[in-house]
């Protein structure tokens, strides 16, 4: 007990809250405790500030929510009757305060068709994991004291993820719970149980009762790790992943010519998010990583002399990625980004010729716009290929590129690029009103610019449309 005392205490913030907590369990007479992810963060490292403090109170959590809200001069709570929880908005991090409870489901839904009080006990066995099924008691007499029944420290200890309960009724009562799994085996490193693992393949098409929200926000979670990879895989090889991203799921044993990528379409894909992970925290980039090659399997040719091509695969991905995010849920903003990133990731390595044109060069910069920074980290993620010769050169290539690119935008300054001549002065100019003639005029001048044919100026641009107007084609 100590022991743990003493961990807490190297937390300042949990140790502050965990003291105010324990004064007002002990005015209401009301034991609490600290419970879930921040218990396991604690016990991994008390270093780590956890973003959600989770508490649980043997009697009414709403109640008690509305009275610790008010010692920490939070003037409103979120509650939800329905489950005995509430949620305080703190402003140093959000604090929920729940019911200990007991839960059961209809099989058509993970939503509880009721809710039961139990003791701290009862409430940990309902978990889903016995990493995060460890409490911390916060009443005064065993402050600090550790509840640990299904031995969850060991687990942790030894990396294994194993369910409190029987896991087949842990993930049908909770499908979302599969996919927790394989983010956990992501973030801590751990091996997933035998049991659950055979668990996870036979309750697999249960995740279709889980809403696409909840599915998203657990997939980019894992996306969010070190190595998504191992959540990922864990996906695919239990059955998940066929009903979570089909179309990742059928790049699974699809082969590819193995000069440039790892041989099996599936993994070079992991290998990649992977090394895109290494690369940038940007979650956006991480699934731009993991969607890039989302058209190859259906633009998958085997060709006699080259071995199997995948032509047209950026363009038809970018496409269906389209449609992919909205079943998905992606907001626009991500939907955006990864089509734009997958229409565009083999057109860096296509300029590495060392005759590339300014235009070319040019033209990639404006489409990219302002991702071109982390397109080109894409395109070293890309990079999958085992001969370190191979490495050292397609590398090589790329510092090239993005040497070129730093010369001519420096230049042209045509990152935020658009028309130096507004649409409106082209309307004045040629007389116009309002239409798509005017939109005509204003492609060409940008056109030009990028053609190298005129400057990147608004003198250029009015002695370039002195010049058009005088042919008289759009008088």
């Not at 008690?64 to 010692?71: P, T």
């Not at 701290?120 to 004291?145: H, P």
């Not at 179309?247 to 599936?266: A, R, V």
Request: glycine share 4%; aromatic share 6%; with cysteine.
């Amino acid at each position: 007990m100590a022991i743990i005392k003493d961990i807490i205490k190297t937390n300042d913030r949990l140790y502050r809250l965990s003291n105010k907590i324990s004064d007002l369990s002990e005015e209401l007479n009301i034991p609490s405790f600290l419970v879930g992810g921040c218990v396991r963060d604690l016990l991994i490292d008390p270093n780590i500030d956890s973003v959600d403090i989770d508490i649980m109170v043997e009697g009414n959590a709403i109640d008690y929510a509305e009275k610790l809200a008010n010692i920490l001069g939070v003037k409103t709570i979120v509650p939800f009757p329905e489950f005995a929880t509430a949620r305080i908005p703190y402003d140093e991090c959000e604090i929920e305060v729940a019911s200990a409870r007991l839960e059961s489901y209809d099989s058509k839904s993970r939503k509880p068709k009721s809710v039961d009080m139990t003791d701290v006990i009862g409430d940990l066995k309902r978990r889903d994991f016995t990493v995060n099924a460890i409490a911390i008691s916060l009443s005064k007499d065993n402050f600090g004291e550790l509840i640990d029944p299904f031995d969850g420290l060991q687990h942790l200890k030894s990396k294994i993820l194993k369910t409190p309960d029987n896991p087949d009724q842990t993930f049908s009562e909770d499908p979302l719970r599969m996919v927790r799994a394989a983010y956990f085996a992501s973030k801590l490193s751990m091996d997933i149980d035998n049991e659950c693992l055979e668990s996870l393949k036979k309750n697999a098409d249960r995740i279709k009762i889980v809403s696409q929200e909840r599915i998203t926000n657990e997939l980019f979670k894992i996306l969010n790790t070190p190595s998504p990879s191992v959540g990922l895989i864990l996906l695919e090889e239990n059955g998940l992943l066929e009903y979570i991203f089909p179309e990742i799921h059928i790049m699974y044993g699809l082969d590819q010519t193995s000069e440039w990528h790892h041989k099996d379409i599936f993994f070079h894909t992991m290998e990649v998010v992977d090394n895109a992970a290494k690369l940038s925290k940007k979650v956006d980039l991480r699934l731009a990583a993991l969607v890039h090659d989302i058209g190859k399997p259906k633009t998958r040719r085997l060709h006699k002399e080259k071995g199997y091509t995948f032509y047209g695969h950026d363009d038809l991905g970018s496409r269906m990625l389209e449609e992919v995010s909205k079943r998905m849920k992606f907001s626009n903003k991500t939907r955006d980004y990864i089509k734009k990133l997958t229409a565009l990731h083999l057109r860096p390595i296509s300029l590495a010729k060392k005759d590339v044109t300014d235009s070319a060069i040019r033209r990639l910069i404006v489409d990219a716009g302002e991702d071109i920074d982390d397109l080109m980290l894409l395109c070293r993620a890309d990079i999958t290929t085992k001969n370190p010769n191979n490495v050292k050169k397609y590398l090589s290539n790329f510092d090239y590129v993005e040497k070129r690119m730093k010369e001519v935008d420096e230049k042209d300054e045509l990152r935020l690029f658009q028309s130096p001549v507004k649409g409106v002065e082209i309307m004045k100019m040629f007389n116009l009103p309002p239409g798509k003639q005017v939109g005509v005029i204003k492609s060409l001048v940008e056109e030009a610019i990028l053609d190298g044919e005129i400057d990147n100026s608004y003198e250029a641009g009015i002695k370039f449309l002195n010049i058009l107007k005088k042919t008289g084609k759009f008088n």
